[in-house]
């Protein structure tokens, strides 16, 4: 195993996500939804999240991909065994839909500084609707 694949094992990411309103926007509906994350940094050295590449899938099946910089406008340093958390939000046409990514980090510590960490699939739902 590399440095770079067990320092990223040790960057957890969990996402509590939370439906928050349907709007009409162009006479259609807007289902918006937010989701808080917490990104743990388990491992012996000081990271930093430089990017983030999202994946999102409505209900109907439309995908869309966000990437750019940071989150929330930081480019966060975690030091070690300490955690970041950040509030984000989406929305969708549909009242369910799914997201997953990765963010790209960096660590001055490794040979190869810049890794990645995957986010698992999340599922934004209007539970009110879900049976």
Same mark, same amino acid.
């Given at each position: ?16 996500? !939370? ?15 937010? !989701?808080?994350?917490?990104?743990? *940094? $388990? @491992?012996? !050295? /000081?990271?930093?999240?430089? *990017? ?23 480019? /966060?340093?975690?030091? /070690?065994? @300490? ?7 989406? *929305? ?10 990765? !963010? ?8 190869? &500084? ?6 698992? &699939?999340?599922?934004?739902? $209007? $539970?009110?609707?879900?049976?």
């Amino acid at each position: 195993m590399s440095d770079n694949q067990s320092i990223s094992e040790l960057v957890i990411v969990d996402v509590k996500p !939370y439906y928050i309103e349907e709007r009409i926007v162009d006479k259609a509906p807007l289902f918006v939804f937010g !989701y808080q994350v917490t990104i743990r *940094n $388990n @491992s012996q !050295y /000081p990271v930093q999240l430089l *990017n983030r590449h999202w994946y999102i899938t409505d209900g109907d099946g439309n995908q869309s991909e966000v990437k750019g910089e940071g989150v929330i406008g930081l480019q /966060p340093v975690i030091e /070690p065994m @300490s955690e970041f958390q950040y509030s984000s939000g989406s *929305n969708f046409r549909t009242p369910i839909g799914t997201m997953h990514g990765q !963010y790209e980090m960096h660590c001055d510590s490794l040979m190869n &500084p810049l890794f990645q960490v995957d986010i698992s &699939p999340f599922l934004l739902a $209007n $539970n009110t609707l879900i049976h």
